[in-house]
C-alpha cells in the first residue's frame, strides 16, 4: 500500500505534465512540447549570435517558427522572413539568428555538421558528407573517405547506403558497421 501511494505521489505531476505539455505554439501551429515521448521527432539546432546555442526536439511537423520560439518565447517572430518560418524542420537543421539588440539582423537556415548529427543520433546524408565527417564514421580512414568522395563524384550520388559496395574497399561488414548512422 505505501509502495502504491509512493508510485501516485511521482506519477500524478507526470500524469499531468504529460496531457498539458509545455510552452506555446503560434495560432495555426502544431502544438510543440518539451516531454518524454515526442513521436516521430526532429532536433533542431538554434544558434543566437553572441547569446546562445541549443538543440530543440518538436514534432516532425512542426514548423521553423515553433522551434525559434521555443528557443525564444519572448521574440517576435513577424520580424523574420515567412516564407523561412512557414518551412517544416528537418531533423538535423541548424538554424542561425543574428541580433542587433531587439531587431533581427540576419537568419539562415542549414544542416547540422556530421560531428553534431552522431552525437544526437541524426542520420547523416551520404551525399553531403566532407572527407573529414566520413572519417569520423568507424572503419572509414582518410584512402576510403577520399575514395568514397571520388567515387561519388565520377559516378554521382548514391541511392542508399548499399551503393557504398561500389566504392573499393567498402566490403559487407563495413556497410553493416556503417548502417547505424544512415
Known amino acids: 500500500m505505501v509502495r502504491f501511494a509512493l508510485w501516485l505521489l511521482v506519477a500524478t505531476p507526470c500524469l499531468f505534465l ?5 510552452g506555446t ?18 532536433r533542431v539546432k538554434v544558434t543566437i ?37 512557414d518551412c517544416r524542420a528537418k531533423d538535423g537543421d ?7 539588440s531587439n531587431q533581427l539582423a540576419d537568419i539562415s537556415l542549414d544542416a547540422m555538421n556530421a560531428r553534431e548529427k552522431l552525437l544526437l543520433g541524426v542520420p547523416l546524408d551520404l551525399n553531403a558528407m566532407k572527407q573529414e565527417e566520413w572519417e569520423l564514421l568507424p572503419g572509414i580512414g582518410p584512402v576510403l573517405a577520399a575514395r568514397i568522395l571520388a567515387d561519388r563524384q565520377v559516378n ?12 573499393t574497399g567498402v566490403g559487407q561488414k563495413t556497410l553493416e558497421r556503417l548502417r547505424t548512422f544512415f
Open 94 to 100: 541548424s538554424v542561425t539568428l543574428t541580433a542587433a
Open 49 to 85: 549570435v553572441d547569446r546562445m546555442t541549443g538543440i530543440y526536439e518538436a514534432p516532425e511537423d512542426a514548423a521553423v517558427r515553433s522551434v525559434i520560439k521555443m528557443a525564444l518565447p519572448d521574440f517576435d517572430v513577424r520580424l523574420l522572413p515567412p516564407s523561412l518560418l
Open 25 to 42: 505554439s503560434p495560432k495555426g501551429e502544431s502544438p510543440v512540447a518539451f516531454s518524454h515521448y515526442v513521436p516521430r521527432s526532429v
Open 156 to 167: 554521382g550520388d548514391f541511392a542508399s547506403l548499399d551503393d557504398l559496395h561500389r566504392v
Open 18 to 22: 504529460l496531457f498539458q505539455g509545455h
